[in-house]
């Protein structure tokens, strides 16, 4: 069993002697300038606030973010790197908030590898059964063990400069399976890799978590590597989750405009628009082009007794299509990426994509050429242009 659970978590970063009076002045003065927006209070820079998470026995959770919104702390935090300034964390039931990291049983793996470059993969993957003074039959079957689900047997001899960056990272993820930790906590394990070596890596991360019976917290800015890999995410921004769910649930259901926008590649269009509540219908109109809403829609906004209002509408590139009619775009740029062909088109004053499958495709766009596309009322996303929460949770 390795469940754990974040309550209320908060980390606050104190000021250095100076550093307050040095902030707010630069704050008085230049507030046009400010490039960040975590919290600053009186205790210092607030990193994470209001963190609330339970994780399942041998669940695989992944927090995902843009840079600098809090992930890579909570994950220290959860590991005892980082001193939980308030809330409680609990592993198995039991308040881990000042056990010492090497109690917890957990094991992390860094973007940086960390290995030791004097030391065989061999020795680098023992040297922490070593230090729990564990016999050498049993610390040669663990490592022998992890190399081979790793397939990394034929390097076990060789010292870290002799292997490839992907070699390092099974080095690295081998030395922390060979300790059967409950948790195992991956903070951006494969952000130093090529793009190819990254997805033979995640499909290597997906069949470990199958052969290992671990919880897995990983961290990643990549939201490919979160809609792959995770059972459900947590995305976070400036240092508040800003919904948890299975990456089908975020994907077709986000719960704001931050979310819709982070999550799908490319990134969703949006747009100015209206609702339009006729009854217990419910229809949006941009430029002209009017859809109703699918059922499902209609009935969650019914619920939460939405009346017709100005909104952006968010529709994703892949669920547009070219018509005769719809609403009105000018081609900018026409970007042939095999299966299909990316249209990035100017309409309603707005940068927009639109995917086409070449199957689909009646002729060639150039720059210049006006087309239409239109969408359906089941991909249709309404957000509220006060709150920028979707009108429908």
């Known amino acids: 069993m390795a469940e754990v659970q974040l309550k209320n978590i908060k980390k606050v ?3 250095i002697s100076g550093e ?3 902030s707010k002045k630069k704050k008085d003065d230049e507030p046009e300038k400010k490039k960040v927006n975590l919290q600053i209070t009186d205790e210092g820079v607030v990193a994470v606030q209001a963190f609330n998470l339970d994780i399942a026995d041998k669940e695989f959770i992944v927090l995902v973010g843009p840079s600098g919104c809090g992930k890579s702390t909570t994950l220290r935090m959860v ?3 980082e001193e939980i300034t308030d809330g409680e964390l609990y592993i198995d039931g039991k308040l881990m908030n000042d056990v010492a990291p090497k109690d917890r049983d957990i094991a992390m793996v860094f973007q940086n590898y960390a290995l030791y470059p004097h030391m065989t993969v061999y020795e680098n993957m023992a040297f922490s059964l070593k230090l729990r003074h564990t016999p050498k039959d049993e610390i040669d079957k663990k490592v022998r063990e992890a190399a081979e689900i790793l397939d990394i047997t034929q390097y076990l001899e060789r010292k870290p400069k002799a292997l490839s960056g992907g070699q390092r990272q099974r080095v690295a993820i081998g030395r ?15 952000s130093n890799l090529d793009a190819k070596l ?9 069949k470990l978590r199958e052969r290992i019976n671990t919880t897995f917290i990983y961290v990643t800015h990549d939201q490919t590597e979160a809609m792959t890999l995770g059972d459900r995410i947590v995305i976070m921004r400036d240092g508040y989750i800003q919904q948890i769910g299975t990456p089908q649930d975020v ?5 704001n405009l931050f979310v819709a926008g982070f999550i799908g590649m490319p990134v969703m269009n949006f747009f100015d628009a209206k609702l339009i509540r006729d009854g217990e219908k419910f229809f949006v109109e941009l430029a002209g082009y009017k859809v109703e809403l699918d059922p499902e829609k209609e009935a969650r906004l019914l619920k939460n007794d939405v009346q017709s209002q100005e909104i952006t509408l968010g529709v994703r590139p892949e669920h547009t299509e070219i018509g005769d009619d719809g609403v009105p775009a000018k081609v900018d740029v026409s970007e042939m990426m095999g299966s299909s062909v990316h249209l990035h088109v100017t309409a309603e004053g707005r940068d927009v994509i639109i995917i086409v499958p070449t199957i689909d495709m009646k002729g060639h766009y150039a720059m210049g050429d006006t087309v239409h596309f239109k969408f359906g009322g089941n991909v249709a996303h309404v957000f509220s242009k006060e709150t920028d929460k979707n009108l429908e949770f």
């Open 20 to 22: 307050q009076k040095k």
């Open 251 to 255: 994907f077709n259901h986000p719960a």
């Open 13 to 15: 970063y104190p000021f």
């Open 198 to 206: 990254r997805n033979e890596m995640r499909a290597e991360i997906i």
């Open 176 to 190: 922390a399976i060979v300790r059967d930790p409950k948790v195992m906590l991956m903070d951006e394990p494969l």
């Open 79 to 81: 590991a005892g790197l």
